[in-house]
C-alpha cells in the first residue's frame, strides 16, 4: 500500500513513519516545524500543497495524526485551533475521497466533558473546551463527508522517545534536573502508547475498519499515579511526585477529570 502521513514528525505520526518504512510500505511523511530526514515539509492548512502530495503520490490511505493538540493555547487561540483542528483536516479529507483515498483521522478522548468515564464510541459527545469542540467539529465533517473514514479517539499518549513534547519525556528530565513533579490525583483516564496505538491503527485499516474507534491502553489511571508509575521505573523516589487537584493549577482549558475510553468493538492486531 501506498501512504501519505500529515504529520510525520510527531509523536504518533512519527512511530508510524518508522513502523511503515520499516515494513518496506511506500510511505510520504511531511513535517511542518521539526524537520526529518526523508520527510517532506508541508503546511497541511495549504490546500494546494496538500492537493499537490495526493495527486503525486497516489496514496491508498492519509494519515492525519497532525494537530494542534495544546489544549490551553487552544483556549487562548481559537481561531488558530480551528485552522488547524477543523478546516485543515476537512480540507485534506474532501482531497484525500476525491483522489480515491481511505482517510485516517486522529482524535481525542477530550470529545467528552469527563462527568461518567471511561466513554464508548456510541457515547455522545460533549466537550469542555475549545480544542474538544473543534475536534468534535472535525469528526462530524468527515463522517458525514469522507465515506471511507477510519476516526481513532486516543487518551494521553506517551512513548519513551526522546521528545519534548512526550510527557514522559518531559517528566523524567524534570526529575533528573532534581525537580519535584506535581501530578494531578482527580484527572483519571486511560493512557495509550503510541507504539500500541499504531499497531492498532494499521490493523484496523487491514480490516477496512470504518467511523469510530477508541484505541487506549488497558489500565485507567489518575494523572499522580501515572507520573508515580513513571517516576518508579526510571528510578526515582515516589516523593519526588506531589499530588495536586486540577483546579489548583488554574489551567486555562477544563480538563475531563472522570474519563477515559473503551471500545466496542474487538481490536485483535
Known amino acids: 500500500m501506498r ?32 524537520p526529518v530526514k526523508n520527510q517532506v515539509k508541508c503546511d ?7 492537493t ?7 496514496p491508498d490511505v492519509v494519515w492525519i495524526p497532525a494537530a494542534l493538540p495544546d489544549v490551553d493555547r487552544c483556549e487562548r487561540e481559537p481561531e488558530l485551533s480551528y485552522l488547524l483542528n477543523v478546516k485543515a483536516p476537512s480540507r485534506v479529507g474532501e482531497v484525500a475521497r476525491d483522489n480515491g483515498a481511505k482517510l485516517v483521522f486522529f482524535s481525542t478522548d477530550y470529545v467528552f466533558d469527563g462527568t461518567s468515564g471511561p466513554y464508548r464510541e456510541t457515547d455522545i459527545p460533549n466537550p469542555l473546551q475549545v480544542y474538544g469542540k473543534h475536534k468534535v467539529e472535525a469528526e462530524e465533517f468527515l463522517l458525514q463527508n469522507v465515506p471511507d473514514v477510519l476516526v481513532i479517539r486516543p487518551a494521553w499518549i506517551y512513548s519513551e522517545e526522546p521528545n519534548p513534547r512526550n510527557f514522559v519525556f518531559r517528566i523524567v528530565q524534570q526529575l533528573k534536573d532534581g525537580n519535584k513533579v506535581r501530578a494531578a490525583i482527580d484527572q483519571i483516564n486511560t493512557p495509550t502508547d503510541s507504539r500500541d496505538l499504531v499497531e492498532r491503527a494499521l490493523a484496523a485499516v487491514k480490516r477496512g475498519d470504518r467511523g469510530i474507534r477508541h ?29 495536586i487537584t486540577t483546579a489548583s493549577l488554574n489551567l486555562p482549558a477544563r480538563r475531563p477529570l472522570n474519563g477515559g475510553l473503551v471500545t466496542i468493538y474487538s481490536m485483535g492486531v
Open 3 to 34: 501512504h501519505l502521513i500529515i504529520g510525520a514528525s510527531g509523536q504518533v505520526g512519527g512511530y508510524l513513519w518508522n513502523k511503515l518504512s520499516h515494513d518496506h510500505e511506500v510511505v510520504i511523511g511531511t513535517y511542518y516545524s521539526h
Open 44 to 50: 497541511f492548512t495549504d490546500t494546494a500543497q496538500v
Open 52 to 58: 499537490a502530495l495526493i495527486q503525486d503520490g497516489k
Open 215 to 243: 484505541m487506549v491502553g488497558p489500565d485507567r489511571l489518575s494523572r499522580y499515579d501515572l507520573t508515580l508509575k513513571i517516576a518508579k521505573d526510571h528510578g526515582f523516589s515516589s516523593s519526588m511526585v506531589e499530588p
